[in-house]
T-cell receptor, first 115, second 114 residues
Framework: DTAVSQTPKYLVTQMGNDKSIKCEQN?????MYWYKQDSKKFLKIMFS???????INETVPNRFSPKSPDKAHLNLHINSLELGDSAVYFC??????????????FGQGTRLTVV | QKEVEQNSGPLSVPEGAIASLNCTYS??????FFWYRQYSGKSPELIMS????GDKEDGRFTAQLNKASQYVSLLIRDSQPSDSATYLC??????????????FGKGTHLIIQP
């Protein structure tokens, strides 16, 4: 029974297109995140949502827009895709109830390739 | 800016030996420290967490934390070929009410030689 699941696992698209990645967690966690892992494998946070509210938004282009319909789901929509957006995008969740000691649990990742 | 530094490696260790992975961090307000293992093409998997100074052991893994030196390490005893992976050090700030994400290092690529 998958705890954090993302769809699709692979996404190949042309420059200029708009695409979405979906994420769902069945852990009952209050906080969800989007992370980006670039070609050099550097993993960096993009967004954090707590109970459907955006908490942090690291310096990410506004072409990226997270949407959280409820606390179990956090989707990522990307407009006008660019070659540099090619990366692996990971969704993660964390039990905010444990505060600063809470670890993050990651989904399997979505490998986005922009051609 | 919060930074987490790791030696990218590769770190090559003979099977059965102790692998020692190191990490330093810049934010003195950091409260929580994690080690993740990531196999190629897979997602990061949590293997250890540590919150207070000293050692924490879990099976073949020992995490060590020294907040005064802003230093975290991971020891893997009796290294196995299946331990070959990239190990990511992650740090969580004390601010943000727990909704802060993790700041990751760039990872150390560990190779266990049979």
């Amino acid at each position: 029974d998958t705890a954090v699941s993302q769809t699709p696992k692979y996404l190949v698209t042309q420059m200029g297109n708009d695409k979405s990645i979906k994420c769902e967690q069945n852990l009952g966690h209050d906080t969800m995140y989007w992370y980006k892992q670039d070609s050099k494998k550097f993993l960096k946070i993009m967004f954090s949502y707590n109970n459907k509210e955006l908490i942090i938004n690291e310096t990410v282009p506004n072409r990226f827009s997270p949407k959280s319909p409820d606390k179990a789901h956090l989707n990522l929509h990307i407009n006008s895709l660019e070659l540099g957006d090619s990366a692996v995008y990971f969704c993660a969740s964390s039990p905010r109830g444990q505060g600063m000691y809470a670890e993050a649990f990651f989904g399997q990742g979505t490998r986005l390739t922009v051609v | 800016q919060k930074e987490v530094e790791q030696n990218s490696g590769p770190l090559s260790v003979p099977e059965g030996a102790i692998a020692s992975l190191n990490c330093t961090y810049s934010d003195r307000g950091s409260q929580s420290f994690f080690w993740y293992r990531q196999y190629s093409g897979k997602s990061p998997e949590l293997i250890m967490s540590i919150y207070s100074n000293g050692d924490k052991e879990d099976g073949r893994f020992t995490a060590q934390l020294n907040k005064a030196s802003q230093y975290v390490s991971l020891l893997i005893r009796d290294s196995q070929p299946s331990d070959s992976a990239t190990y990511l050090c992650a740090v969580k700030s004390g601010t943000g009410g727990g909704a802060d994400g993790l700041t990751f290092g760039k990872g150390t690529h560990l190779i266990i030689q049979p």
